[in-house]
């Protein structure tokens, strides 16, 4: 089924054009893109982001933060904005604490393509939903919630000057694909078969009674790793974007780099060809809503868990449409990134 929307402007219309024979198989081979773009902009960028700024200010969305992304050479521009909804993290009241990220919703603004328009797109909250709510009693409920929650962000997008659109962006899987998403074809081995739980892999515990002290601890560690974190030869250092409190029992930190920016954009650009100019050589602009990376610190009643997820394991999940041979020639970057967040958490804690 193919859908094109023409207009929302705060309540969303939409005509469905459904192919004969259309059934529940067809709905079961659905593809969604882990990105969605929901906005072909008229403005340029800076009148865009403006725009768009105002709109969320006049939401029910909370702005944690922006994330500037450092394109390749500067050529072209990127920015990213990490939101929460409060109806969302209503309706995952209850949930365990470990499925953080599905409540992180993170917006891009962009320029792409020919005469470098300006795009939006966001991090697709039912693509998320798919991967971090599956098996649960609560899934059916989670993924209406996460529905919700993206018509609420293409209402507050749609007050932004430009043309409504939805494009479900690559990688494009099924939900069944996403519900046991453990890496992808041949590369399943490199993200060692792990689902999305056994990807939070685990830098330190404490005990619950000391989890406000853990998130001090994890922010005071994040942040004295910081210097020289805009530099894009340093994949040692690191910038702390966000600390989002998610319910009470877990904290979300949103970290990122020039070096993890400029790799991710870059690599994810090599080998695609569509949207891509001479004045606007780097499509793969358009993933920068899988930054920044992730530490989570989790309180599960047992146990404070202080984890990052496996770095392998989440660059498939976002960036698996750069091929397969873009991983296999990079296989040693997602390990650097990897081992420098664990050293940069590690630092600080080593010395108390």
Not at 53 to 77: C, F, G, M, W, Y
Not at 131 to 149: N, R
Not at 194 to 206: I, L, M, P
Not at 326 to 335: G, V, Y
Request: aromatic residues 8%; positive net charge.
């Amino acid at each position: 089924m193919t859908i094109r929307f023409i207009k929302r402007s705060g309540v969303m219309l939409g005509l469905a054009l459904a192919m004969t024979g259309w059934c529940a198989n067809a709905m079961a081979s659905q593809k969604y893109g882990i990105f969605e773009r929901i906005l072909d902009a008229s403005g340029s960028f800076a009148q865009t982001t403006q725009a768009l700024e105002k709109s969320i200010a006049a939401s029910h969305l909370v702005l944690h933060a922006t994330d500037n992304i450092a394109v390749p050479r500067n050529v072209q521009q990127a920015r990213v904005y990490i939101l929460t909804s409060p109806t969302y993290e209503a309706a995952a009241q209850g949930m365990p604490p470990d499925t953080v990220s599905a409540q992180i919703l993170r917006v891009a603004v962009y320029t792409y393509g020919p005469g470098k328009k300006t795009q939006i797109d966001m991090a697709n909250p039912v693509a998320l939903a798919m991967v971090y709510y599956a098996k649960s009693k609560e899934y059916p409920q989670m993924i209406a919630a996460a529905k919700a929650v993206s018509s609420e962000i293409k209402n507050v997008v749609d007050q932004v000057p430009g043309t409504p659109i939805s494009v479900q962006l690559a990688p494009r899987r099924s939900e069944s694909d996403l519900n046991s998403f453990d890496g992808d074809g041949p590369a399943k081995m490199m993200a060692d078969w792990d689902n999305w739980r056994e990807s939070q892999d685990t830098v330190y515990k404490a005990k619950p009674a000391n989890f406000a002290a853990t998130v001090a601890r994890v922010s005071a560690a994040l942040h004295a790793s910081s210097k020289g974190a805009m530099n894009p030869d340093n994949s040692s250092s690191w910038r702390v974007v966000s600390e989002i409190p998610v319910g009470t029992n877990a904290v979300w930190f949103g970290i990122d780099n020039a070096y993890t920016q400029n790799k991710c954009i870059r690599i994810n650009s090599q080998f695609r060809s569509r949207g891509k100019t001479k004045d606007a050589p780097y499509p793969g602009v358009d993933h920068a809503p899988a930054l920044p990376l992730e530490v989570l610190v989790i309180n599960n009643g047992k146990h404070v868990q202080v984890a990052q997820y496996g770095e392998m394991w989440r660059m498939q999940l976002y960036f698996w449409d750069s091929g397969y041979l873009a991983f296999a020639t990079n296989t040693l970057i997602p390990s650097t990134i990897y081992g420098s967040i664990k050293q940069a958490l590690t630092a600080t804690v080593a010395s108390k």
